[in-house]
């Protein structure tokens, strides 16, 4: 591959706002996520940051429908980086939350270095912080890259030497871990796995002979004695394998033990034996059980029977606790689902709906309405069949266009051309159009898509997107307008050559023996 193209490397991570920046951001490869992930950076700042290892470019996100997303290097030229898949940037990811996480416990003078003594910004993360009423800074040191026994045990007592405290991390491929757990019985683990436009760190505690069983970094605390997981107990020795929180089952003949509700709690009957009640119809078909009621005690008196508004009150509960499990997965990954998929959510939420005696909270509902909508705006979008269609339809008016005029044209004409519905697609689905117009036109030619403008003959604002998608050099936005001028300027060049290649072809292709002359239209003819 020359040199020159090597910029159109796919990249899935990058930096936003600065190329030195330590704020990382992951594209998802899947278009659906695509639409999601521009929202949250409006402005498309993104680098291929320092911190990455790359050359601090700029990138553009390229959002397809045939072919995974990426980033690729808006300006040509090498890049030195060496990865650029979707785990690249987990140092970073894993930098900032924690750093964060240890800002929310309230620890002071929080800092975090990539690059320790000549080591490469992917090897270790560092965070420096100070502990409350501590004069020394003491370190949390995550190790990713592998290193043998020696050699990290050489590093342990230079820290220990220059901190008051070293606490450790591993990362999925350091090899490490094996070697605390040996030391100290159990050894803290940390990752990311993609979650939505994002990456999710997560901590995990390894013990020996056993899974790791992973948490989000949230569900973790700071100690004295290191970071506690849920897995982890804190004791007056340190941290320990914590013990099952379930209750010990009594012996068969053991008196169940009474206890004292505490204040404000409501206190529980005990619970007989069920036996089969009667059952009451209710609104809408549907039935329930009014006569729950155990044997009679030999007094005579019966429990209190359950009142139906405990029964719809309970019906209610298990439908919310649903439908807001269903609404939580939307909000997570609903912009990733495809519509089929995400409409089978909301069937489902529709189901949760139709089970309830009372409506919807005002709070639930409007988030329902929201993903409804969503899922309407989505079903009219056009699919990838369709973009091709309407694709076929714009590249021969264009080509049309070319041949003749070479004048620029409005969407609102091409609708009133070919089809209404043109000039209302999405600004997204119109440059997919023109990215499929133009999918097959020779680099050294000008795209097909420069005849379609704006109003007054100005640069059309998506013009600049299609040329981005396409792998084409994308002008600064003052230069916009002259460089989409000359575009056009090379189609007219274009169409005048044709026209002198077809006068010379039909002059050598007549008889020579009338005499030559001009008509109307300028073409030379014999008289």
Partial sequence: MPAEEEDTRKVQTAVSGSPGAEHPVYLPMDAAAYDRFIREYPAREFYCGTLLGGCGKKLSARKYRDKKCHFAHVVSGRCGRVSTNEASADHLYMGRALAAWMKKQKYKDVQVRYRQRGQ????????????????????????????????????????????????????????????QVDRQGHAIRIQCRPSG???????????????????????????DHGIQAPALELTPAGLAPARGAGPSTPAENDPAPVTAPSAGAPVRQPQTPEAPGRVEPRPGGRETFAGRLGPAPEGGSLPPIPSLDRFRSEDDERATDRLVSLLDRLDQAG???????????????????????????????????VWRAHAEATAARPTL???????????????????????????????????????????????????????????????LSALVAARGDRVHPLYAHVLDHLDRTVPAPPTAQLSWEEDVRGHRRLRDLRERRYRITAQVARPHSRPWGLTAAGLRVRG
């Fill in 385 to 447: 069949r369709e973009i091709r269609a309407y694709a076929d339809s714009v590249r021969w008016a264009l080509g049309m266009a070319a041949a003749r005029t070479a004048r620029p044209i409005t969407w609102m004409e091409l609708g009133t051309r070919l089809d209404r519905r043109l000039p209302a697609l999405h600004p997204d689905d119109k440059v997919s159009v023109l990215v499929e117009v133009d999918r097959m036109t020779c680099s050294d030619r000008p795209l």
């Fill in 197 to 223: 436009i994002t990456r999710m760190v997560e901590v995990g505690v390894q013990f020996p002979d056993a899974p790791v069983a992973w948490v989000s970094l949230s569900r973790c605390r700071m100690t």
């Fill in 120 to 179: 490469g910004l992917r090897e270790v993360i560092d965070i420096i912080y100070t502990r409350e009423g501590s004069p020394h800074r003491h370190l949390m040191r995550v190790q990713l890259a592998r290193r043998s026994k020696a050699e990290w045990e050489h590093t342990g007592a230079e820290l220990h030497g220059q901190w008051g405290d070293v606490q450790w991390l591993f990362g999925p491929d350091s090899m490490l871990a094996n070697w």
């Fill in 335 to 369: 912009d990733d689902l495809h519509l089929d998929q995400l409409q089978a959510v909301l069937r489902e939420i529709s189901a949760c709906e139709e089970t309830m005696w009372h409506p919807l909270n005002p709070v639930l509902r409007r988030r329902v309405t």
